[in-house]
C-alpha cells in the first residue's frame, strides 16, 4: 500500500488568466477529488469525475465549453487511462455526447477497442444510452448570448494516484481556435496527451500538433522509465523539446513514489495540487 495519495488537475494552459471563477472552481472540485481519494476511491474513477465536472462546467474549453471549428461544429476529443492495467479508451470529434471523457472509458471497458472517432463513437454513445446533447444552441457556451463571466479557456485534465498505489490519467479539449473540421488533437490521443503505467500518470495541455510530434506525455514515462530521471526533471525536459520545436504549453504528472508536478511554458497553467501533510513535490 502506498502512504499518500496524489492528486493534479490542469484547467489548460495559455495566456495568465485572471478568472475568479475558474479558480473558486478548480479548487473546490480538487478539495472534492481529494477527498474521494482519501477515502478510497480509485484513481480511474477520481480523474473520470474531475474531468467530466470540468467538461459539464462550460468553465473550460471542454464539453459544454467547447470552440466551433471552422465550420461552426463542435467536435470534442477525450482519453483515459489506468496506469495498473494500461488499459486505455479515447474518443475524437465526438458531437453529440455530454461527457466525453466518460466515452472514453467506456470505450476502455466495453469495447476492445482504444480510440473511437466521428459518428460511430457518437453512435457507441446512443446505443450505450449515454446522456447525449439535444440542442447544440441550448448548450455549448459559445452559441449562447448571455455570457455571464467571460468566455470558457482551456482544455482539461487530472492525474491521481490512490491509496492502494494505482495511477490514473484523462484529458478532454474542445479543440483549438480556427481548427479544421476533423482535427484531432493530442487530447484524444494516448501517448500524447495521456499516458499512465505502473511508475507515471500524465496529461497535457498546449497546442497539440507539438505534443504529438514527440509523443509528449509517453515520452514523459519513458524518460522516468527507462532513463531514471526525477519526474520534474523528465517533464522539464520534454517541455524544452516541445519549445525547440517552437511549442509551448503544459504538463502535469504524478509517480508512484509520491512526486507531483505541474509545469508549463506559456504565461499561466490554470491547475490544482492537492495538498499533503507529509507532501513531497
Ligand atoms: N491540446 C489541446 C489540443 O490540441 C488544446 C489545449 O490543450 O489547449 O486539442
Same mark, same amino acid.
Given at each position: ?183 484531432? %488533437?493530442?487530447?484524444?490521443? $494516448?501517448? /500524447?496527451?495521456?499516458?499512465?503505467? #505502473? *511508475? +507515471? !500518470?500524465?496529461?497535457? =495541455? ?39 520545436? %517552437?511549442?509551448?504549453?503544459? $504538463?502535469? /504528472?504524478?509517480?508512484?513514489?509520491? #512526486? *507531483? +508536478? !505541474?509545469?508549463?511554458? =506559456? ?15
Amino acid at each position: 500500500m502506498s502512504q499518500a495519495i496524489r492528486l493534479i488537475l490542469h484547467g489548460g494552459a495559455g495566456a495568465a488568466a485572471d478568472d475568479m471563477r475558474t479558480g473558486a472552481h478548480l479548487s473546490g472540485l480538487g478539495a472534492q477529488c481529494a477527498a474521494m481519494l482519501e477515502g478510497g476511491a480509485a484513481a480511474l474513477d477520481v480523474v473520470e469525475h474531475a474531468v467530466a465536472e470540468m467538461e459539464a462546467s462550460g468553465l473550460y474549453v471542454a464539453g459544454r465549453g467547447s470552440k466551433a471549428n471552422r465550420d461552426g461544429d463542435f467536435e470534442m476529443d477525450a482519453s483515459i487511462m489506468d496506469g495498473a492495467t494500461r488499459r486505455a479508451g479515447a474518443v475524437a470529434c465526438v458531437r453529440r455526447v455530454f461527457s466525453p471523457v466518460g466515452l472514453a472509458r467506456r470505450v476502455m471497458q466495453d469495447t476492445p477497442h482504444v480510440l473511437l472517432a466521428g459518428a460511430g463513437a457518437d453512435r457507441f454513445a446512443c446505443d450505450l444510452g449515454l446522456r447525449t446533447i439535444g440542442s447544440p444552441a441550448e448548450y455549448f457556451v459559445a452559441l449562447q448570448s448571455v455570457d455571464e463571466g467571460g468566455s470558457p479557456h482551456g482544455t482539461v485534465g487530472a492525474v491521481a494516484l490512490d491509496l492502494s498505489g494505482a495511477l490514473a490519467a484523462a484529458t478532454s479539449t474542445g479543440g483549438t481556435s480556427g481548427k479544421l473540421a476533423g482535427r484531432i %488533437g493530442d487530447s484524444a490521443l $494516448i501517448g /500524447a496527451g495521456t499516458w499512465a503505467d #505502473e *511508475a +507515471v !500518470a500524465v496529461s497535457c =495541455t498546449g497546442l497539440g500538433e507539438y505534443f504529438i510530434r514527440v509523443a509528449a506525455a509517453h515520452e514523459v514515462a519513458a524518460r522516468v522509465r527507462l532513463a531514471h530521471v526525477p519526474l520534474g526533471q523528465a517533464v522539464d525536459q520534454v517541455l524544452a523539446v516541445i519549445a525547440a520545436d %517552437g511549442g509551448a504549453g503544459g $504538463i502535469i /504528472a504524478v509517480s508512484s513514489r509520491g #512526486e *507531483a +508536478v !505541474a509545469r508549463w511554458n =506559456t504565461p499561466a497553467m490554470k491547475h490544482y495540487i492537492a495538498e499533503m501533510a507529509n507532501g513531497c513535490m
